[in-house]
């Protein structure tokens, strides 16, 4: 049998961290073996599987420097606190904001480190890439915000891969009680390359009583690096995490967005918006546990797959015995432009408690012929028409993101990306 | 302005139009009526340039152009509107960006420069107003979400913003109350001219009592079987289609 150790086969070297993160890594590099390697088989990763394993023997990549960061990020007039990190690691001076603490996992107490080893992607097991960020972990940012702390402006971490190899960005985000924050997240390459470089990164996010994240990952590096991603929220009671994900250009891009209800009032909202073309593949899971009463979440994703391109929406919401009064909704969306494109949508629904309402709707179609027709019939040229419909498509949750300065730099890079135009 | 040979079109297979006479001048306006099923939204489809009708015999002159050799989109900037039947809801492109889209077409197309965008609202606001539609519509999807009523009214919204040459209403009147009818009828008597045509399509007569015809057509089985003054309306209105020995029944 082949195991994830191929794929890491030597630790970070020596890393600089707290001993509950240094026994974290170690014993998950020792787990490595014990871990197959995804394959077609692999009911959870079969769609992606083949692409991964392709990428064979691959060193962990260094610290490159902080130059050389892409100059659009879609992030259009958008002020924020910026924050590069370059192939994983922590850039040398960190932005100073007001009730936040910003520091690499080198300087965390005993009692922090172990609340990052406590994190719901860090307490995962069946996720065999960021087995692979635990096995290897070598650096990783930790924020923290403090008590009734309400941050401004949204910090951007820009996570930039440099290079071939393998990075692994490590975040790890405290919101104490009554905080709220926005994070944008947004991954690009430079000089990497489609067969030799994998940016394999881990987000957790623990968001205390009444805290509030939203949380924007954004995706758009022209089709050099392939991503795979795990991102973990754990809600306390009423707090509630927002989630604005935005795919779009690159060759392979997993997703596993994992989110735990575990106060009761907690409430989560996770959007999607991906495009695809060429022979670009994308994978969404997402996984909602209802685990307290009285919660509510709200899925949408829209996905637009042309040319050759593949894109696999997996959304499963599970709901524990004790979760009563749960409300949950999960709509997936999906336009395909091509004959030959392929969307694969899967909702699951895993229902443990007796008084809830959940309902979930997929649909996949093409183009609307009389929604074309119609505009036609008002003098609208037809690659016009469709660039309208199928940005139409999409807009609803891209104007759902509540920084209006991004959705619409969002909206005008879709409207490139939908342009019909010879 | 416009002159329909002998036209024949069919859809699914199914002969729908056969051998349909018609010819419009600019300044007049007619009325077509029939029974459910006689052919009329066909007639206003094929006009209008819907693949999914095909025309297999005739021939259509629109200002001295072949107008079955037209794409949809050009006889659109030709200055030829068909406000339809059902007009269909598109979520997620709003009214304002729909109306300026095409008004911009259009405009290229005769070979002016882009509306500017004040001029734009401008003209919006104010025609929403003559449709009795509040202004919140403009932001809304297409028809996302409209009454009957409403879808109607914007449809009229629509066609007072392009300014057609030739308009086309396809059962407008159907469905109305006597307010909402009264702002179609305004609409298209506010556009009413020696330069233009408007062709009224209609089960009732009783859109003719706002908008007086200068001609009633009686379409039955794909054919006008009866043209006349206004009054052939009213007739019909009276004595009902039997009279004109059409078994309703049969059309559908
Ligand atoms: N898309 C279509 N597919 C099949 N039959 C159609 C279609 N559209 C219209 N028809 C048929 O063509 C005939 C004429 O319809 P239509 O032109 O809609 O009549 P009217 O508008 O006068 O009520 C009817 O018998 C109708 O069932
Ligand atoms: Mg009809």
């Given at each position: 049998m082949t195991n994830m150790r191929e794929v890491l086969p030597q630790a970070a070297a020596e890393p600089d961290l707290p001993p509950a993160l240094q026994d974290f890594a170690k014993q998950r590099f020792e787990g490595l073996t014990g871990i197959a390697r995804p394959s077609r088989k692999t009911e959870a990763w079969k769609y992606s599987a083949k692409r991964l394993n392709k990428l064979e023997g691959l060193q962990l990549a260094g610290n490159a420097g902080e130059e050389n960061a892409p100059a659009d990020l879609l992030l259009g007039n958008v002020q924020s606190h910026q924050l590069v990190l370059s192939n994983g690691h922590l850039p040398s001076s960190l932005p100073q904001i007001e009730g936040v603490s910003i520091k690499a996992f080198s300087a965390l107490s005993e009692a922090e480190a172990q609340q990052v080893a406590k994190g719901l992607i860090a307490t995962r097991d069946d996720l065999p890439f960021a087995e692979i960020n635990h096995a290897g972990l070598g650096e990783g940012l930790y924020i923290e915000v403090a008590k009734n702390t309400q941050v401004e402006l949204p910090i951007h971490l820009l996570l930039v891969h440099q290079g071939e190899g393998m990075s692994l960005p490590r975040i790890f985000v405290h919101l104490q009680t009554g905080s709220s924050v926005s994070l944008i997240e947004s991954v690009c390459a430079v000089s990497a390359s489609s067969e030799q470089s994998l940016c394999n990164q881990v987000s957790d996010f623990l968001i205390e009583d009444n805290a509030a994240l939203t949380y924007y990952r954004v995706n758009d590096d022209h089709d050099q690096l392939p991503q795979v991603a795990a991102t973990g929220a754990q809600l306390k009671r009423d707090a509630r995490f927002f989630s604005h994900v935005l795919s779009l250009g690159c060759p392979l891009g997993r997703h596993d967005l994992q989110v735990q209800l575990l106060g009761s009032g907690a409430e989560c909202d996770l959007n999607g918006v991906c495009v695809a073309q060429d022979r670009q593949h994308f994978d969404h899971h997402t996984c909602i546990e209802h685990i307290a009463s009285h919660c509510n979440s709200n899925e949408n994703y829209r996905c637009i797959a042309d040319d050759k391109a593949q894109i696999v929406f997996n959304g499963r919401i599970h709901i524990h015995p004790d979760a009563q009064k749960t409300l949950g909704e999960m709509s997936n969306k999906n336009l395909l432009l091509s004959s030959e494109a392929e969307i694969d949508s899967k909702p699951e629904l895993e229902i443990y408690a007796d008084d809830v309402k959940c309902a979930h709707g997929t649909t996949i179609g093409q183009l609307n012929e009389k929604e074309v027709y119609y505009l036609k019939t008002r003098g609208i040229r037809k690659e016009q028409a469709r660039q309208m419909l199928t940005l139409g498509f999409v807009l609803e949750i891209v104007r759902a993101a509540p920084i209006a300065e991004l959705a619409e730099r969002w909206e005008q890079r879709l409207s490139e990306l939908l342009s019909f135009e010879d | 302005m416009l002159s329909i040979k002998n036209l024949q079109a069919q859809v699914e297979d199914k002969q729908i139009l056969k051998g349909l006479n018609l010819e419009i001048k600019a300044g007049e306006v007619h009325a077509i009526m029939g029974p459910n099923g006689s052919g009329k939204s066909t007639l206003s489809q094929v006009l209008a340039g819907n693949e999914a009708f095909e025309v297999t015999g005739g021939s259509v002159r629109y200002q001295d152009q072949d107008l079955l050799e037209m794409s949809t989109e050009d006889r659109a900037r030709e200055g030829l509107f068909l406000a339809f039947q059902y007009p269909v809801e598109i979520p997620g492109v709003s009214n304002l960006q729909f109306l300026k889209t095409a008004i911009n077409n259009i405009r290229q197309h005769r070979g002016e420069g882009e509306i500017n965008a004040a001029e734009f609202m401008k003209l919006a606001k104010e025609k929403i107003k003559q449709v009795n539609l509040n202004p919140s519509f403009l932001k809304r999807g297409v028809n996302e979400g409209f009454s009957g009523g409403e879808k109607k009214r914007n449809e009229i919204m629509q066609m007072l913003m392009l300014e057609p040459k030739l308009a086309i209403l396809d059962e407008t009147d159907s469905g109305l109350d006597i307010d909402a009818l009264r702002v179609v009828a305004d609409g298209v008597n506010a556009l009413r001219s020696p330069e233009r045509a408007v062709i009224m399509v209609t089960?009732?007569?009783?859109?003719l009592d706002y908008i007086v015809p200068d001609y009633v057509h009686v379409l039955s089985q794909g054919r006008i079987i009866k043209s006349g003054g206004k009054e052939l309306a009213l007739e019909l209105e009276e004595k009902g289609y039997g009279w004109l020995g059409i078994d309703e029944q049969a059309e559908a």
């Open positions: - | 089960h009732y007569q009783r859109l």
